[in-house]
């Protein structure tokens, strides 16, 4: 492999006759050219090298079906060809964050949404089609799956963010209102799939009522660890794997984001000081989520590195 001028970083200075020890984003660095694939590799070097946005729609494109979505295991705790709603999701966050969510692709992505939304305007987290291959043992198959707010709010909230309009996200944009506003419990991953979608509606005062009143219920139904050194005070959400808690970091990724006021700047610092003392020797960040089989656990601590790097610089923590 070429020489790519990677891992050069020591964040911080070395005792005398000690050598250079290498910041987050080097060691990072190294891990995401050890395991990654080629889309998360792009994607790295996008966002942390200056890399292009091209090259990373290319990788993205070995996942796109003739239907306009994408499938080949891109979420890699489902497996298989065909196209799914979590995979398009999956994609349509790949070309925000390059800056490419739009034209033609985009419109493509659409009429697939609208293909496989459910009668009142929602994705569901998987179809039919997924069935006979294989996929993670907490992603069930039905024969008719409903809208599910956790596919279906953050692909709202991107398509809104880049001001694209399709007929499509209006009906999507409603299911998502009326899911939010009625919620009296709900789950983490519920939760940051609301945000996504409220950080970036149009309707900015009912988005703030929204998330207040969310708030309240992440912090009434401890769905969010407050305090690391105190785990045990925080229950795992049922059906979650032991261990899978969520901080204040996972629902406010960056310091706009509605959620950034459920916490305070005490809570938020200690949840950031977690998230960074959780990068391994191997220099990625760990999956919290059930581990099921070899090859997703794999595929998913590059995404999970690039999201922890980028949710550190979001926050003002330096990586290198």
Known sequence: MA????????QTSPAPGEPPAPSPLARAERFV???????EQRLFAYVFRGGGAGPVESALDAYRN??????????????????QPLHTAHAVQVLDAVGRCGGQRVESICRYLTSVSTADGALPAVTAALRGYPAAPFVPVPDDPPGDLLATGPVVGLLYRNEVWHAWLFRAADFCWRAIESLETSHPYEVEAAVAFLDSVPDRPRAREAAARLGRLVREQRLAVLDPDALDAFPVSPGYAPGEHHFPHDFARAPHS?????????????SLDFLAAEQTDDGGWPVRWRHWAPAPLLESRPRVTLDAL???RAHGRPVG
């Open 3 to 10: 020489d790519t001028g990677a891992f050069p970083l020591p």
């Open 66 to 83: 003739e239907d306009g979505g994408y499938g080949h295991a891109l979420e890699p705790d489902l497996r298989g060809p065909v196209s």
């Open 33 to 39: 050219w050890l395991t990654a694939r080629v889309l």
């Open 258 to 270: 509605l959620a950034r006021a459920w916490f305070t700047d005490d809570e938020m610092a200690r």
């Open 310 to 312: 980028r949710t550190l």
